[in-house]
Each structure stands twice: as C-alpha cells, then as structure tokens.
C-alpha cells in the first residue's frame, strides 16, 4: 500500500473508533507505521487535510458499497444488506468503531473541511437512495423524504448500537424502516 493510502486507511480507522478530537498525529503515524515527514509530504495542511481526504475516501467508498446493493437488488434486499454490513461492522470492532461520516461531522470545531466533505457524503448516500426509490415508482419528494429518513436513522442506530455495545438498536431499526419502505411503495410491486 502507498505512503498516501496507508495514511487514509490509518486516518479512517481511528477517526470511526476515537472521533477527530481524539486522534492525534502521535497516533496516526503508529497506526499508518509512517513518519511526521511523509505525513506532511502526502498532506502539507497536516492532520486536517489528512482527515478531510479520509473522510472523502470513505464517503465515496461507502456510496459506492451503497450503489452495488442497490443496483442489484430490491429496495427491501438492497437496505437488508445495508443493515448487514452494519452489523458486521460493529460486531467485528467490539463496538468500538462507528462511522467516520458521523464523527467528522462531530468534528467540526477541529476539522471544518472534513465536516464539510461528511455532509457532502450524507448528500450523495440520499442522492443515491432517493433515485433508487424514484425507480421504483416512488414520487420525488417522498423518495428525498424517505432516504433522508433512512440515513439519518441508520446513522443513529449504529451510534446507539455502540453505546449499547449491541445490534439490537440496529436491529429494530430496521425492521421500522423495512415498515417505511414498504408503505411508500407502489401497491402493485
């Protein structure tokens, strides 16, 4: 792996587990395994560019791990999935390690281009969401309503699923906007 995509990789990783606060430069070159000089070589803006490029990264790949589960999927299989992916997330990190989105954009007294490059990742997750709902005959505005609902509650659920250190606020969640979902759909599909 490259200088520049380690650090990415380490940035993401402590960023989703210790919040943009909580994660030093001491800690990213321990984690990444690079020097204080190939971090300001990648990213001459220091901690902040380094994060506001990871949170990028990870926004976009997670749009992309969106796209594929809707793209060949049903709306109720592709959020199922979704959902999935969460869980394993969280199980696998102990319940130590949420989403980088949502703590970038806690971040934003420290870091206001990585909040502002989260809140353009929410905008392309619901952008994405609301096309997929509109394909399936969902009218525009209640297809926006819709995946600006499923985002926020899935983001939130995942927050309270650490802090519960379980799935099962993830877990009712879903089954709450499966309900959602269904409801918004036409009655002939």
Not at 136 to 145: H, R
Request: negative net charge; aromatic residues 4%; proline residues 3%.
């Amino acid at each position: 792996m490259q200088a520049r995509e380690s650090l990415i990789a380490a940035a993401i990783d402590l960023v989703r587990r210790h919040g943009v606060a909580g994660t030093g430069l001491a800690e990213l070159i321990e984690h990444s395994g690079r020097s204080r000089r190939t971090i300001y070589l990648n990213f001459p803006g220091g901690k902040a560019e380094l994060v506001t490029n990871a949170v990028g990264s990870a926004g976009a790949a997670t749009a992309d791990l969106i796209r594929s589960f809707v793209g060949k999927r049903t709306v109720d299989e592709a959020f199922g999935a979704f959902i999935d992916t969460w869980k394993h997330v969280l199980s696998e990190s102990g319940f130590t390690a949420g989403c980088p989105i949502v703590a970038a954009t806690l971040g934003r007294s420290e870091a206001p281009a990585a909040a502002d490059a989260a809140g353009d990742a929410f905008h392309e997750w619901e952008e994405i969401l609301t096309t997929r709902l509109e394909q399936e005959g969902v009218p525009n505005a209640d297809a926006q309503a819709l995946a600006t609902t499923i985002i926020a509650a899935v983001e939130g659920a995942v927050i309270m699923s650490l802090a519960a250190q379980s799935t099962a606020p993830l877990e009712r969640t879903s089954r709450q906007i499966a309900t959602l979902i269904e409801q918004q759909l036409p009655a002939n599909q």
